[in-house]
């Protein structure tokens, strides 16, 4: 069984993307090559605006080639809670922008041309209680009549072997908006676009200080010394110390994920007819899916920690997987690892400057 990332393996590095030296100076730095990093500096060229993407590891290491592959539509907090925390205006815009980012997701692939596997298959939440299903129910209730929304609904448990062939759950909410997509095509289909738009890709600089100068900072990296205007941190779940005032206001936690071996085709219609993505109503939730190329992903946090063993935890990760889906008793797991996500102490998402420092993170 290989502990290292099964997308990145299935889809490596390209060979002819570009890696730039460190610059002397440009207009904006952005301190992460991951989703954030690389987006935020294809509109800042885009803008004519020099800029450079500098990454500790390799462009897009992170936990933008490491997740499930889901795009999902709503956000971590449910969003009746949203409205009711926020207010409904405010709220409002924050379920359009839910829906907007697929869509932004889906133009970017269309005007960039990258091919990831991108496939708009839809999700449903699976009620791990007979509970959870009913206060599905009313959120689907809400969401009709405060959110005029037409494209989610309820899958009971008679329905659900028409989603997904296990009786393990007592029925879910589906949604047909979501998509489904292969994170390292996709990251690494963002760092060319990135690179053709004019960007310097900078790689293995890790990022040791940053000081304020007149007009803009002094970014300290073990590659050298950059000086810039402006400074986007864009790190998630890998942000450092560097900027204390940063670091305080998210924590990292780990997500483990495993993959079979490649079912057969029958199998595969069996376990996911329509090839939706997974995932269930516990605190410490599962989330899974059928790869591109058909096999299981099954992946979930078994606590906050970063740093557990990956064997140990593909052995408590494939016994959840069977339990889930008992006709994968037999099936080989190839692969185990796990990856770093941000997450805020309001389970918001948090965009904004702390002493003059750009920052996005918290998804």
Known sequence: MNTSNFWADDYPRPADLPSSELPDKV??????????????AIALRKARIDVAVLDQETIGWGASSRNGGMALTGMK?????????????LGRRFWEWSLASIDHLEHTLAEEQIDCDFERSGHVLLAAKPKHYTAMAHELEWMRSTLG????????????????????????????????????????GLAQAAARHGVMLVERAQVTGVARRQGGFYVGTSRGMLECRELLIATNGYTSNVVPAL?????????????????LP???????????????SKNFLNYFRLT?????????????????????????MRQRMVEVFPQLAGTIVTHTWTGKLGVTFDLMPHAGRVEGIHYAYGY
Do not use: C
């Open 27 to 40: 207009d904006v730095a952005v301190i992460g090559g991951g989703y954030t990093g690389l987006h935020a």
């Open 77 to 89: 907090m449910e969003m009746p809670l949203v409205f009711e925390r926020y207010g409904p205006e």
């Open 149 to 188: 929304y037409e494209d989610a609904w309820l899958v009971s448990k008679d329905q659900q072997q028409a989603e997904i062939g296990t009786a393990e759950f007592f029925g879910g909410l589906a949604d047909r908006r979501s998509g489904a997509l292969h994170p390292a095509k996709y990251v690494f």
């Open 247 to 263: 670091r305080q206001g998210i924590f990292p936690i780990g997500s483990y994920i495993i993959v079979t071996e490649p079912l």
């Open 266 to 280: 029958a199998l595969q219609a069996e376990i996911s007819p329509r090839r939706r993505m997974f995932f269930d």
């Open 292 to 316: 591109p190329d058909g096999r299981m992903l099954f992946g979930g946090r078994h606590n906050l920690s970063t740093s557990l063993d990956l064997a140990e935890s593909a052995r408590m």
